[in-house]
């Protein structure tokens, strides 16, 4: 990207190991984001009162974070491998003692880059409080936290940085992988591999038939993410980003779908709030592009790091890229 169309949007990773008497059987990131909001509810401060419902708060965790209106979505979560049949992570083994054990990520972008700490407090109790997945109360024996960024052991604070700059730095590891026989992305195959249930929506419906996602649908999913989380970052940025994107949107309908293999799959939720279980689907399989992704190829990285479509924040929309 060059000098005058340089963007910056924070970002930090933080990785949980979780160590549990009993594998939960809901998907895993309905699990953790109901455990992390029902936290957040009844937080207490220094007030002795919940946060959500205290007029001294300047700063309410619940309303920000957890609250259905919130205007804010950037968190998200990440489970590790999740296309390895075990339930509820792809990371699952069997310590010594016989417990355990399965990992997950959470991002944070934008001004959620501050929100982080009430997450580590939220996720830290639950060796208190335990987790639920359904009606079933499951037990929390240990949790390991660590930065995804330094991949060290977080002892205090994450390590901040740019998405944009990130994305860059690892497009130049890829390069130096290849030993040089790549220089750029331009004429390519991209394939995009939906590990969740990638849900995109077309004139503001969901779209459930596989035949209708094509590039544009797929680009135009990732250009909302960032959009949306540059808005609510910074309003001169998003205005840049704006006319950007207008600009990549053309060049994105010269992309061909050359192979297309997804299938629309349903997931089940337990909402303790609306007492009932909830279906939530989305695509899951491969689509292989083609066409010229030197200018497009950077936000496809980072629509890849933040997930994209419905239910992002419970783990859904994740996808890898490979090139050919």
């Known amino acids: ?69 919130t205007p804010w979505q950037g968190w998200f979560l990440e489970i590790i491998s999740p296309n390895i049949n075990q339930a509820p992570s792809a990371e699952v083994k069997n310590s010594e003692e016989g417990e355990k054990i399965f990992k997950f990520e959470i991002g944070f972008l934008g001004k959620y880059t501050c929100a982080y700490p009430y997450f580590i407090h939220a996720i830290k109790n639950w060796t208190k409080r335990g987790i639920v997945s359904g009606e079933e109360k499951i037990k929390v024996i240990g949790i390991k936290i660590e930065d995804t960024i330094t991949q060290r052991e977080l002892k205090d604070f994450a390590e901040i940085t740019n998405i944009f700059d990130l994305v860059k730095s690892e497009e130049e590891k890829r390069k130096e992988s290849e030993n040089g026989k790549i220089s750029s992305v331009k004429e390519d195959f991209i394939n995009v591999n939906f590990l969740t249930p990638f849900l995109p929506k077309l004139e503001g419906k969901n779209i459930k038939n596989p035949d209708r996602i094509d590039f544009n649908i797929f680009f135009s999913s990732v250009s909302r993410r960032i959009i949306s989380e540059m808005h609510a970052w910074d309003k001169n940025q998003y205005l840049e980003l704006i006319k950007k994107f207008k600009k990549l949107r053309e060049l994105a309908e010269g992309i061909e779908v050359v192979e297309r293999e997804i299938t629309f799959s349903e997931l089940i939720k337990h909402s303790s709030r609306q007492k009932k279980k909830i279906k939530i689907g989305g695509f899951r399989g491969r689509i292989k592009f083609k066409g010229d992704f030197s200018q497009l190829y950077e936000f496809i990285k980072i629509g890849e790091i933040i997930h994209i479509g419905k239910g992002v924040r419970m783990g859904l929309g994740k996808f890898n890229l490979s090139l050919e």
């Not at 594998?23 to 009844?42: C, E, S």
């Not at 937080?43 to 205290?54: A, V, Y």
């Not at 001294?56 to 209106?69: D, F, N, Q, R």
Request: hydrophobic share 40%; net charge positive.
């Open 1 to 69: 990207m060059e000098a005058e169309n340089k963007f910056y949007l924070p970002f930090t990773k933080i990785r949980f190991c979780l160590t549990v008497e009993k594998i939960p059987q809901d998907f895993p990131g309905f699990v953790i984001r109901g455990a992390v909001i029902n936290y957040l509810r009844f937080l207490k401060c220094i007030h002795g009162r919940e946060c959500w419902n205290c007029k001294k708060a300047l700063w309410k965790p619940y309303e920000t974070i957890g609250a259905i209106s």
